[in-house]
């Protein structure tokens, strides 16, 4: 199984639907990220969090929110979609701060490809 | 606020030839990472570059990183249809935490 699992891993869905997008990880890692992936554009990150009660904005957090359930759990909603998020989303988790081998790597789920109709 | 610069975006080469991707960088960082992603399909680490002058070498591909010059480079050695992919470099720092992505260099080696 993989240390990064997202769910679902294909999504489509009509404009102004809410939707969530789900992480959950077996690494033991407690920084987690969501990044947003467009053609062309590369990674851009869009929320992170250091722990359960530790949730940061990153570059392109408008029209998005987060939720850390437990250090192993992390989902990103996105309260009314709009086509402009047609995207594939990244969850990842980092193992800085890991005592004797954390080298500040992300380590990436598979995916979430969501389709805004 | 941090900006990491690719190129090419994108290379078309023959089987057997050398070429290097650079990717420069806008602020003081010492961590660069190297990923591969094949279509469709997640980010594989390739290179965690710590300092500068680290060099990592792995198969073909061969990843260093000037600090000074906030520049590394993925060097590739005698292409072989198998490293086609794209390839982001991707540096840490910038304000938010996290690691910033270039846009990624699509590569394709033709037989």
């Known amino acids: 199984d993989a240390d990064v699992t997202q769910t679902p891993r294909n999504r489509i869905t009509k404009t102004g639907k809410r939707i969530m997008l789900e992480c959950s990880q077996t690494?033991?890692?407690?920084?987690m990220y969501w990044y947003r992936q467009d053609p062309g554009l590369g990674l851009r990150l869009i929320y992170y969090?250091?722990?359960?009660?530790?949730?940061n904005k990153g570059e392109i957090s408008d029209g998005y929110s987060v939720s850390r359930q437990a250090q192993a759990k992390f989902s990103l909603s996105l309260e009314s979609a709009i086509p402009n998020q047609t995207a594939l989303y990244f969850c990842?988790?980092?193992?800085?701060?890991?005592?004797?081998?954390?080298?500040?790597?992300?380590?990436f789920g598979e995916g979430s490809r969501l389709t805004v109709l | 606020e941090l900006k990491v610069e690719q190129n090419p975006l994108f290379l078309s080469m023959q089987e057997g030839k050398n070429y290097t991707i650079y990717c420069n960088y806008s602020?003081?960082?010492?961590?660069l990472y190297w990923y591969r992603q094949d279509p469709g399909k997640s980010l594989e680490s390739l290179f965690v570059l710590l300092s500068n002058g680290a060099v990592k070498q792995e198969g073909r591909l061969m990843a260093s990183l000037d600090t000074k010059a906030r520049l590394s480079t993925l060097h590739i050695t005698a292409a072989v249809h198998d490293l086609s992919a794209t390839y982001f470099c991707?540096?840490?720092?910038?304000?938010?935490?996290?690691?910033?992505f270039g846009k990624g260099t699509h590569l394709i080696i033709q037989p």
């Open positions: 991707a540096v840490e720092g910038g304000g938010a935490d996290g690691l910033t």
């Open positions: 990842a988790t980092s193992d800085f701060g890991v005592p004797g081998s954390g080298t500040g790597e992300l380590f």
């Open positions: 969090s250091f722990d359960v009660k530790d949730i």
């Open positions: 690494k033991g890692h407690d920084r």
């Open positions: 602020t003081t960082s010492d961590r």
